[in-house]
């Protein structure tokens, strides 16, 4: 489609409700918010690895018995408009794909963010997901994956040198609906390698049923080399059949959005004096066990668990003009907005001494997780 035509197309759907209000389904889309970390190396050394390594929101799964490996990294090296990116760096390269292999980066959407679609209904809707990319020349594969109902659509896609806005159109699927609720219903997911239980079969042309030897036909792989690198960003998926703008949010929109599945309370290295974080408030319930309750900045997904860095005094509890050191924490109570925490291992104290506890090294980290 030319650029005319494309800015033509764009005008008529201004006027059937596509452009106007929150457009995009997808989280960080722009890759601006990178809680945990903004580099991460020798990703995909076990088995099976399915986490989130840098910017928030994106998941990488890295299964069956690989032997590649790589780098993820926020990256500023965005295309016009954008600021970041997150870049893939193959660190060690797989020269005999098994069977079993797969690489994937993916974001996960709960069923209640995706009711406008209409899925599995007479209204059902057309979608179209839409992402900048450039990298190695290669081709990729691209698939909307149906939790719910084992069901998907696939395709692929080549990137070049050069950075290029690429989209897909998803055609509407009367089978099937997405659940109501804050569970995972629906993946995005970019494959980037695949070993032959997943590329020998043909990719379907519309929604179908889940069969694995489709889910990643005509794929090359990114494991193919160490000269291998992929940068993406500016996703969006968006009710409709036309590509609109990508949709740009603040920094602390996209902020308070990711909070909602992952939110660092403290990390000592994020300090004013790159040890002591501050955390909470707490106080002695006995001589040997210190309690703490903490107000999160946002309802989580669900209740969260702890995700926390220990070693030997990686934390202070200061009161009564003196300090323990505390190893870790955990867990006693919680919801999706308040928790409460405690200590019984490394304690000493008096019944009823109040203080404050904060981080006292700069690898110590306090977080909390609600991801699907």
């Not at 081709?139 to 109902?149: A, K, Q, R, V």
Request: negative net charge; hydrophobic residues 35%; charged residues 15%.
């Amino acid at each position: 489609m030319s650029k005319a035509a494309e800015l033509a197309k764009i005008g008529e759907v201004a006027t059937n409700s596509q452009i106007g209000g929150r457009r995009n389904i997808v989280y960080n889309g722009a890759m601006q918010v990178a809680q945990r970390a903004t580099s991460a190396t020798g990703l995909g050394a076990n088995a099976t690895t399915n986490t989130y390594p840098t910017v928030d929101r994106w998941n990488t799964f890295h299964g069956g018995t690989t032997a590649g490996r790589f780098t993820m990294t926020q990256t500023a090296d965005g295309p016009s408009g954008f600021a970041n990116c997150m870049k893939l760096d193959c660190t060690t390269a797989d020269a005999s794909i098994a069977a079993g292999e797969e690489f994937l980066i993916s974001q996960k959407l709960e069923g209640q963010d995706l009711q406008a679609i209409c899925k599995g209904t007479s209204d059902a809707k057309q979608l179209v997901v839409s992402w900048y990319a450039k990298g190695t020349p290669k081709t990729y594969g691209i698939e909307m994956y149906d939790n719910d109902n084992t069901r998907h659509f696939t395709n692929t896609w080549t990137v070049t040198s050069s950075w290029q806005r690429f989209t897909q159109v998803i055609p509407a699927d009367t089978t099937g609906a997405f659940d109501d609720d804050n569970a995972l219903s629906l993946y995005i997911l970019f494959w980037l390698h695949a070993g032959s239980n997943f590329t020998s079969g043909s990719s379907p042309s519309s929604w179908a049923s889940i069969t694995a030897a489709n889910r990643a036909v005509g794929i090359g792989s990114f494991f193919s080399s160490t000269d291998n690198e992929l940068f993406i960003t500016g996703v969006q998926l968006e009710v409709g059949s036309v590509a609109t703008p990508f949709e740009h949010l603040s920094f602390g929109e996209t902020l308070a959005l990711a909070q909602r599945y992952y939110t660092v309370v403290a990390h000592g290295a994020a300090s004013q004096d790159g040890t002591s974080h501050p955390i909470s408030m707490g106080a002695m319930y006995n001589s040997s066990t210190l309690y703490s309750n903490l107000e999160l900045p946002c309802d989580m997904r669900t209740t969260p668990t702890l995700e926390i860095v220990s070693a030997t005094n990686y934390y202070n509890f200061y009161r009564n003009g003196g300090g323990d050191g505390v190893d870790d924490f955990a867990l006693t109570k919680w919801g999706t907005r308040v928790i409460e925490f405690y200590n019984n291992s490394d304690i000493s104290g008096t019944a009823g001494h109040a203080g404050f506890i904060r981080t006292a090294n700069s690898a110590a980290k306090f977080a909390l997780t609600a991801e699907l």
